[in-house]
């Protein structure tokens, strides 16, 4: 292609980035949708509902980092695309079985696949876009996450109550496949990939790649990120349920006001992002906005109790832009400063402290409120760590723009 050509297609592949996200994360941002079907239907506690979004997530803890490997070596159309394939298919499976463990152990294979997405688009949209257009980018192509979820917030109950859970699992997998078939078909690299044959030295692979750990940037992403997914999935899991079962709202308002939420992380995700290619200082500025307005967010949610549908509203919406929309300057930060040779490996590890933080925060959010019966105390410790967060990571902040 020529230089006109390329311009135009790296427009192309953000949509298909896009679709693509939207599509691979369909049902794992959704499943909070389905959450007081599945309850009733298999008599679950908010603790099993906890372990069901930990078991799609546990996989990744080992899958991002060999993902972000992978990466760093193939073609990114083969790694998405097989990945999010292998979700979908999953997805599908779930049809032949009714056990609450067969989920379980479903959706941890789930999560093999899902580990491709998210540092495979990324790396795929990261190699396209010039810098000075890089946070737009990366914020539309990240957006595909909440808009999937938005998508699947209105669409898997009506699936659900109509057909049943596993209608609503096999129309999620159909959605996923689709992603998968997009993307296999019209991703391609903008420069032809030189392959050469080496010998692969394990050991000092993983020594060269854990150097990372101890530069405050990567310090900064994994401890902003792990509390930012944090306050993310516990709204995207249990909100709807605390809706529901404690706010005796119905579970068409109840999905309507994490509709609402998502979108706005729709918007934050391509505003925050944006901002950041217009930022004077490093784009981590964005991530400590977020992690400040979280936290204000969630301390109005405990303080008052609303019974005005119309503010809850604007609060989901708050808490949407930026406990959502937090993921576009975060990982536009990761593609500015790590170093390019071992961005997939950069983006994995970050990625997995997120998953870690999935794996043992949101069952113990469910735990909670099966043992005090509410959420107030999960929301307290999440507005102690993220105010922890925000101070330590500022620090550490000024230390790299000093440093750089």
Avoid at 129 to 158: D, E, H, V, W, Y
Wanted: proline share 2%; net charge positive; with cysteine.
């Amino acid at each position: 292609m020529d230089n006109t050509s390329l311009d135009k297609y790296k427009w192309a592949i953000l949509i298909v980035a896009t679709i693509t996200q939207a599509c691979a994360c369909f049902f794992v941002q959704g499943l909070g949708a389905i959450a007081p079907i599945l309850q009733e239907d298999l008599n679950l506690s908010s603790l099993q509902i906890g372990l069901l979004v930990s078991s799609a997530q546990l996989a990744p803890l080992a899958g991002l980092l060999i993902a972000g490997e992978l990466l760093d070596r193939y073609n990114e159309r083969y790694v998405v695309s097989i990945g999010v394939f292998l979700v979908g298919f999953t997805l599908l499976l779930t049809t032949f079985f009714n056990s609450y463990f067969s989920l379980l152990i479903l959706l941890f294979l789930l999560g093999f696949g899902y580990s491709s997405a998210q540092p495979g688009g990324a790396k795929a949209v990261s190699t396209w876009f010039p810098k000075n257009q890089l946070g737009l980018a990366m914020g539309i192509r990240q957006a595909g996450l909440p808009l999937g979820g938005a998508l699947a917030s209105l669409t898997l109950p009506f699936f659900a109550i109509r057909y049943g859970w596993h209608g609503a699992f096999i129309f999620a997998g159909c959605v996923t496949i689709f992603g998968a078939a997009l993307f296999f078909f019209f991703y391609k690299e903008k420069t032809e990939r030189k392959i050469v044959k080496k010998e692969i030295n394990l050991l000092s692979t993983i020594k060269s790649r854990l150097v990372m750990f101890k530069e405050p940037w990567m310090f900064n992403i994994m401890l902003s990120g792990a509390f930012l997914t944090s306050v993310q999935y516990s709204i995207v899991v249990y909100m709807i349920s605390y809706f529901y079962m404690d706010m005796k709202f119905t579970t068409e308002f109840s999905s309507l006001l994490l509709f609402i939420c998502l979108t706005f992380g729709v918007v934050g995700r391509i505003v925050l992002a944006s901002w950041s290619d217009r930022s004077k200082t490093n784009r981590y500025i964005q991530v400590l906005c977020c992690i400040g307005f979280s936290v204000l967010g969630l301390l109005v949610f405990l303080i008052f109790n609303f019974e005005n549908k119309y503010i809850l509203m604007a609060l989901m919406a708050w808490l949407g832009f930026f406990a959502v929309g937090w993921y576009g300057p975060w990982v536009s930060y990761i593609a500015d400063t790590a170093p390019k040779d071992k961005l997939g490996f950069a983006l994995g590890l970050a990625m997995t402290a997120n998953q870690l933080a999935v794996v043992l925060v949101v069952p113990l959010i469910g735990f909670s409120n099966d043992i005090f019966g509410g959420y107030i105390i999960s929301w307290g410790i999440l507005i102690a760590v993220g105010t922890l967060t925000f101070l330590n990571t500022l620090r550490r902040n000024r230390i790299v723009l000093e440093t750089s």
